[in-house]
């Protein structure tokens, strides 16, 4: 850098971020940011001012940088500068997506674990372990896919990718459901690289290509929008919808193995297991669900993690079996009936949503619907 350089960037201003670093400040025509609603991207729910280096930072999703002029030339320092400041200062605050909307939440550190830490003081759904179980359970693992090797069911190739030598403990973590009140959690078990991550894959496969959709399937939010364009609603009648509160974590075990009993004709068709050689299996992940969370560790001793490539199917199984009893035991009928996994839209009359509420609440203890009007 020559002279001229040097004496231009000290008589420029610096930008103090936090105190611990001291940036730049470069020749910054305008902030691009100052036009945009940050909030479409970006929700703070901590009591702290988040500069924004920050926040422009994180409206851009899992990684990029800031829009800005700098120079090109540049750009290699502006990566390393942003990424430095940023790791330097995350330690502050935890940053999550949100669990709809596709935002980044930002939330104080000290809220997010206690609302955390009571979530998982519910004995009913986890229970906390002294030691970590990942030897056991890929013992356990190692064991039922070899006995699939030996007697032919998969390919050695298929052994090599299910078989677990390295796995990690899963980790949990929370996601902000900012379109309630207080901002709760939902838990996500991050399943990826554990012990039993493939075979959750790999009987997920199977279910899914061997199950077909219900009448009441949505596939996207495309298609309910050309649906609900279309329905016709009288005026004794009123658009409900219905959501499970906390579907994965109340998936009973017995309502998952009954489901798969009475599809296992379809599915069959695409699997060599058989009937009890396919549940034993999907006992071995529904029954292995330990996890970590700020250095202690927990199993999840009721439903399915949220975060396991083979809960939304086993939710899938279990809520249309509950949507075909319930229905059925209404002596009347409902002119629109659509669901995408726990969120139902219905057309019900307008003196009978007490009665649609009670079928769907009398199924099972552990499933509960609320509602609301649209």
């Not at 920050?54 to 800031?66: I, K, T, W």
């Not at 499970?244 to 069959?268: C, Y």
Request: charge should be neutral; include cysteine.
């Amino acid at each position: 850098m020559d002279q001229h350089k040097k004496q231009d960037l000290q008589s420029e201003p610096t930008v103090h971020f936090f105190n611990p670093l001291i940036i730049e400040k470069r020749n910054i025509v305008a902030d691009p940011f100052s036009r945009i609603d940050k909030s479409k991207w970006l929700v703070n729910i901590s009591n702290k001012r988040i500069p924004n280096s920050v926040s422009d930072f994180l409206c851009l999703g899992d990684f990029a940088l800031p829009i800005n002029q700098f120079d090109k030339k540049d750009r290699e320092n502006s990566v390393l500068e942003t990424i430095k400041n940023f790791e330097v200062n995350a330690h502050r605050f935890p940053e999550n997506a949100a669990d709809k909307g596709q935002v980044t939440v930002i939330m104080d550190r000290d809220e997010y674990l206690t609302k955390m830490t009571d979530l998982l003081k519910d004995e009913s759904t986890y229970k906390k372990l002294k030691k970590d179980p990942i030897r056991q359970i890929s013992l356990k693992l190692n064991k039922l896919v070899r006995s699939w090797r030996d007697s032919g069911i998969i390919e050695d190739t298929d052994y090599k990718r299910l078989n677990c030598t390295n796995g990690n403990l899963p980790r949990c973590y929370g996601l902000p459901k900012i379109h309630k009140n207080g901002f709760p959690l939902r838990i996500i078990v991050s399943a990826l690289g554990s012990p039993l991550y493939n075979v959750a894959s790999f009987l997920h496969s199977i279910l899914h290509h061997s199950i077909r959709p219900p009448k009441s399937h949505i596939k996207d939010s495309w298609s309910f929008v050309r649906e609900i364009n279309d329905i016709e609603i009288n005026t004794d009648e009123v658009l409900v919808s219905l959501d499970v509160t906390a579907l994965f974590t109340n998936i009973p075990k017995e309502l998952v193995l009954r489901g798969i009993e009475k599809r296992w004709q379809d599915i069959s068709g695409n699997t060599k297991l058989n009937l009890p050689q396919f549940l034993h299996a999907i006992e071995l992940v529904l029954g292995s669900t330990s996890f970590s969370f700020n250095g202690d560790t927990y199993e999840q001793i009721f439903g399915s993690p949220m975060g396991s490539p083979l809960s939304p199917i086993l939710a899938d199984i279990v809520m249309e079996d509950l949507e075909t009893h319930c229905l059925a035991m209404l002596n009347f009928s409902l002119s629109f009936f659509r669901r995408y996994v726990d969120d139902v839209i219905a057309v019900i009359p307008k003196d009978k949503i007490g009665d649609v509420l009670d079928a769907f609440n009398n199924y099972h203890p552990r499933l509960k619907f609320t509602h609301e009007l649209e």
